[in-house]
Every structure is written in structure tokens, then in C-alpha cells.
């Protein structure tokens, strides 16, 4: 790797607040966000765990394999379209039997809802950082409800519609600025936003492709970066294969990732993810 796989490209906060987010950045190595999905039509895992049980039995899994955030969320975001909106009580009703477990854990949990309503709802019950895929630019109470909570928020790049004619760390770098603007007009802390460029999400294969190797593009926002590019359609671009059988592209992407700047990964696969980022630390403090 051409960087320590421990340098961290932004300044992190003083774990001293109680933060949550400020106490994971100052282990000052790339976090693993372990993704738990309790919905029916995911693209990743064909809605494998909308059993309650079954998700809360993932959940400890990826806890038991050095996940340091569980993102948790009930409504699939389907990066290559077709997403079917899901009704505030029916997220609730899928996300009640399993929330309050996994946050037991121990793990600090990110709920991943673009409902502000929801985001309130799992917050009072103990989660920890709010994942908006729509960077608080969906619902105009979002960032109310991460302000007045205190807590983190990943703000994460979205377009409806892929373009393959714009300059996408362009659209990424304005979109940032402009959720950065809600953000600050609302009050939410600067040191509490993580930044996410939505890897897949309104993209073309090659623009998720250019969004992880000019990840240092966003590194001026003086932010962490995100990167999730686990199971994405982008690596069956390169290398034909189904969401199940990516792990080997994904652990490139995020091992790339990480060289550009990438303090988190969201990932599927913890255990593989968290040994490939040992290793390569590993082989870098030999040198």
C-alpha cells in the first residue's frame, strides 16, 4: 500500500466529548461498519434476514468479528433502482423486534433510514449515528432531528438517475457542499458528519470506479470518508459475478478505499474485511 494503512487523512476529534463518533475515529485505524439488513428485497443477501431472530443472530455474528458499527436499516435503498418505498410503520414494525437487541450488543449502531420520523424513533431507543442515503436532502426534518439528538450523521452522495456525461466528483463535491449548508443551518456540529460519495448510487459502473480512486478529492472538507463498496454492481463490471460471490473485488475496493483517505467501510463480509485491513497494516509496518 503506498500509505499506511493507519494514517487517517483528516483530524479526529477529541475522544474526550463522549462522541461516539469522535471515540471510534480515535482508534486511529480504519473502522468496519458491519451491515444488517431487515428487509425482503435487498440486492446483497435476498432478504436473508427479515427474520427477526435471524437478523439479531447476524447482528452478534458480525459483533463477534471485530464489526466496530452495526448499520442497521429496514428499507432497501437498491442502488441500481427499482426500490419500493416502504411506509413509516411498516420500517418500525420491521425494525421493533430486532433494534433494542442488537443495540444491547455493545456496538455502536448507525440506524440507515431516510425517515427523520424513524431516525427519532431508533435514537430514543439507543442507536447511535443516523446513515442518510440522501445526505439530508430527502426529508426536510432530518437534520433537525440529528441536530437537536447531538449525534452523527453520514451523509451519503445520491443522484434518481445515473448520468454518464457529468463530471461525478463534480456532482459529489457540490451535493456535499450543499447537505454541509443544511447541516450548518440546522446546527449540527461539524465534527459529527461523516462524508460518504454513495458508491452505486446514481452512478454509472465506471463513476463508482472514479469515486474510490479520486476519493482524496473530498479530503478538503477536512471530514472522515465513508466508503461502501461492498457486493456493488460496479465490480461485476470488471469481474462478472453475482452479489454473493464479490468478496474479492470488495476487499480491493475497500483496501483501495482506505489507501485514498477512507476512515470507514460499510461492508457485508466483517471478518475477511477486518483481516485483509490487519494485514496490509501489518505488511506496511514490516517495511
Not at 466496530?68 to 435503498?77: F, K, N, V
Not at 445526505?135 to 437534520?143: E, I, S, T, V
Not at 470488471?238 to 460499510?266: C, F, K, Q, T, Y
Amino acid at each position: 500500500m503506498a500509505a499506511t494503512l493507519t494514517d487517517r487523512a483528516f483530524s479526529a476529534p477529541n475522544a474526550a466529548t463522549g462522541d461516539v463518533l469522535a471515540q471510534l475515529l480515535a482508534k486511529i485505524r480504519p473502522l468496519v461498519m458491519g451491515v444488517v439488513n431487515v428487509t425482503p428485497d435487498s440486492f446483497s443477501d435476498a432478504g436473508q434476514f427479515l427474520d427477526p431472530q435471524t437478523a439479531i443472530a447476524h447482528a452478534r455474528r458480525l459483533a463477534g468479528e471485530g464489526t466496530d458499527i452495526l448499520d442497521i436499516g429496514a428499507e432497501s435503498t437498491r442502488p441500481y433502482g427499482g426500490t419500493v418505498r416502504v411506509p413509516l410503520e411498516e420500517e418500525r414494525a420491521r425494525l421493533a423486534p430486532v433494534l433494542a437487541e442488537v443495540i444491547a450488543l455493545g456496538v455502536p449502531v448507525s440506524v440507515d433510514t431516510l425517515k427523520a420520523a424513524v431516525a427519532a424513533w431508533a435514537l430514543d431507543l439507543g442507536a447511535a449515528i443516523v446513515n442518510d442515503v440522501w445526505g439530508l436532502q430527502r426529508d426536510p426534518d432530518m437534520a433537525r432531528v440529528v441536530a437537536e439528538r447531538g449525534v452523527p450523521v453520514i451523509i451519503m452522495h445520491n443522484r434518481e438517475t445515473a448520468d454518464p456525461t457529468i463530471d461525478i466528483v463534480a456532482d459529489v463535491t457540490a451535493f456535499f457542499q450543499r447537505s454541509l449548508d443544511i447541516a450548518a443551518r440546522a446546527g449540527i456540529a461539524r465534527e459529527r458528519i461523516v462524508l460518504d460519495p454513495g458508491i452505486g448510487f446514481g452512478k454509472t459502473a465506471e463513476q463508482s470506479l472514479i469515486c474510490i480512486a479520486r476519493l482524496d478529492a473530498w479530503r478538503s472538507f477536512g471530514l472522515p470518508l465513508l466508503v461502501g463498496a461492498s457486493r456493488k454492481r460496479f465490480i461485476h463490471s470488471v469481474a462478472p459475478s453475482d452479489p454473493m460471490d464479490r468478496l474479492g473485488g470488495s476487499l480491493a475496493a475497500h483496501l483501495l478505499a482506505v489507501e485514498n483517505g477512507a476512515a470507514i467501510v460499510r461492508v457485508h463480509d466483517v471478518a475477511p474485511t477486518v483481516q485483509a485491513l490487519t494485514v496490509a497494516a501489518a505488511i506496511r509496518r514490516a517495511r
